[in-house]
């Protein structure tokens, strides 16, 4: 008889953004006035791919459809044409090499595949509130508890991210073994500073833990002296692996390329993590499409690197807008430097949802509730930068015209 | 202090196809004709995608390039279009819907997955020999003992392909839990028979066991009435679950699409198989690249039909005309008619190796050792006809001209 591995039964369901959707759809059902909404609750794209990455794209398509230079399984941990760019272009000054750096179809897939390496009597950490993809890998896998009262899982560690600590906590006194950073952070938008990241690196070597970097935000970091990389921190290269990709800086959430450093540095019981890495890989994981890598590739093209930039530019542009205009507003808002996204108070006394509905009813502005990124979130509620400056402005002045908020 | 997963280490070293390679640069190196290589070893392909295929991945990639058609994330489980195609053009005469096919980057990567959603008590089945991804991602897990002396895991039931059951094992009285088959097998090139599968369907069903089918070369089965999936079998979709790959069929090992049918059907402990596969791959996956779900999706046209079709066909007429050489030969040779395969038989005396260093020392044929694929793989070899004339003519040549093998 087949037993089910009863571990996925502690996960909470997954309704946080189909409720969103549920009340979206109320409130249209309902609205006499039916106007367009201010969608600023999205964390996908809505640019369409850069030219000179759409060229290099559509060119190795074509490729595949010659005999010559048609080209079958490629290696498990990506082609090296795109790894040599990555460690040159991304690591230039951290000597991270070509393979140490292994591609993939999402920073979340390995993210959630990454802690397959690990016992399951490992004590986990993550940010509160953060980005829920780690979270749910270790419930299934079994190194938490049940899903208690006060919103959280047994037996996993939750740094809280509060205004206090700048959105950047600090390593706690108790011991920790794999300990999840998402900087930048979503949903708060706020990167770790130099210093902060020091603090985490050494207490990962005090400990002989493993500090596991979700970057997928880094090539927003624009601030002065701000790490981009974790591998800015000396002795970074032997507790650390950082997990980043192309989604939001390329444009390619819908064509699927990331990548993922393991350094040669780091060995656990005597053994080499990127080789366990490398092995579960060539088990599991056949490389993504060569097409992909190519367009990938152009991305470090100086064409591709002004596109993209540009992009860049332009999101956190319409990021520090909301931020502007949120905060002049009379509103508490944090983030919106270094990435795409602001963090913004609900007014005293208001909860996420609560915040959520009364944007959604009054100003017609789409937003994320806070709390559906962890109990720390509650009271929040997030805003992204991923949209044009008429939706910006839009919103902004819906909310700037009609009320303060104080 | 975080603690590696120690049932990594119970791995064998990932050597086999490296092994080859050094045997052949070894020849390489010392022959004096150095005269050109007949590789027969290849399970990739040569002929690059069909042009309907490539004109949809093209055009699809041309849409993302422009805002109005840009596509960002899409449905972790696949885009509909696709998935209705597949269920009306592969499962038409057995009631799967789209909403039971999930969409994914490799039928490796789903079947070293799929094991996450069971217990690590569960009694597992494979052929042998087989694809070995399957037995390597229950070790990881731990559901394994170790690698013994004989040549097989401890804790794994092997399922012995032999040439008195026609390399199709029928269910033994010992109850099991997961049973892996691959159907065809791949190295063997043997598809299972109706009645062969009717009985493992019924096995399942009393022993409240799960059928994992690896339909990869399914496209391959061409015989009268050979079942080309396991759902044929009246009652299968209460048992068993089905993957499958466009890699072989459609040219994608480059290009990465693949397919798993969860069926609605499947309930165990009072819950959805399909529902508890879903939440998996929401967690950890993202979906496969909107070009390439396109590119599948053209498989399906007439002109798809056509082209892809003529290719399996050629692949095949190329697969018998190795079966029929070696045999004429005097050489004993199996499966071949239903997968891309020939499973040819060692002369008497020889082990697996033996008879690979006398194909290429003696006649410049490469091929793969039967031993790398499972202990009961010893004493064979496996010859692949996704390669083109030229190639089989040289290799079946140089066999049959030189020696009689009796």
Same mark, same amino acid.
């Given at each position: 008889? !087949? ?17 969103? #959707? ?19 609750? @999205? ?7 850069? +030219? ?15 005999? #010559? ?23 230039? /000054? ?6 140490? @750096? ?19 009597? /490992? ?32 037996? @996993?560690?939750? =740094? ?8 950047? +906590? ?105 080789? =366990? ?38 999101? =956190? ?13 009379? =509103? ?9 996204? !602001?963090?913004?108070?609900? +007014? ?19 937003? !994320? ?11 929040? @509620?997030?805003?992204?930068?991923? !949209? ?19």
């Amino acid at each position: 008889m !087949v037993k089910l591995n009863s571990h996925f039964f502690k996960l909470r369901g997954g309704y946080f953004f189909a409720e969103i #959707e549920r009340r979206i759809a109320l409130f249209q059902g309902q609205s006499s006035s039916r106007g367009s909404l201010f969608n600023l609750g @999205i964390g996908d794209l809505v640019e369409p791919l850069p +030219p000179s990455l759409l060229t290099a794209l559509v060119g190795a398509c074509e490729e595949m459809g010659r005999r #010559e230079s048609f080209r079958g399984y490629g290696p498990a941990e990506g082609y090296l044409f795109l790894r040599e760019k990555i460690a040159a272009h991304e690591y230039a /000054n951290c000597s991270v090499s070509p393979d140490e @750096i292994f591609i993939s179809d999402g920073a979340q897939s390995d993210m959630a595949h990454f802690q397959e390496l690990f016992d399951g009597t /490992n004590r986990i950490a993550v940010l509160d509130p953060t980005y829920p993809a780690y979270v749910d890998a270790n419930v299934m896998a079994g190194r938490t508890g049940n899903w208690g009262k006060e919103g959280k899982y047994e037996g @996993i560690t939750y =740094l809280a991210c509060t205004e206090e600590n700048q959105f950047q +906590p600090t390593p706690p006194s108790c011991p920790l073994d794999l300990i999840y950073l998402c900087c930048p952070n979503n949903p708060t938008g706020v990167s770790f500073e130099r210093a902060k990241l020091e603090a985490w690196v050494e207490y990962a070597k005090r400990h002989g833990a493993l500090l596991l970097i979700d970057g997928a935000y880094s090539s927003f970091v624009t601030g002065d002296g701000m790490p981009r990389t974790i591998y800015e921190i000396p002795g970074a290269k032997e507790v650390a692996v950082e997990f980043r990709t192309f989604s939001k800086s390329a444009g390619f959430t819908g064509l699927r390329c990331s990548y993922t450093v393991v350094p040669k540095e780091i060995f656990l019981e005597g053994r080499s993590l990127r080789e =366990l890495w490398k092995r579960r890989q060539e088990t599991k994981f056949n490389g993504v499409a060569y097409p992909i890598q190519r367009a990938a590739e152009a991305l470090f093209s100086p064409a591709g690197k002004q596109e993209t930039g540009a992009r860049i530019a332009s999101y =956190l542009q319409g990021t520090r807008c909301i931020r502007e205009r949120l905060l002049s507003s009379g =509103l508490s808002a944090f983030g919106g430097f270094d990435a795409p996204y !602001v963090w913004c108070k609900a +007014p005293e006394g208001m909860g996420s949802w609560d915040f959520f509905d009364f944007l959604l009813q009054k100003h017609q502005i789409i937003s !994320v509730p806070g709390s559906g990124f962890g109990k720390g979130g509650e009271g929040f @509620i997030r805003f992204s930068g991923f !949209v044009g400056p008429a939706t910006i402005e839009g919103a902004m002045s819906k909310i700037n015209a009609t009320a303060c908020y104080r």
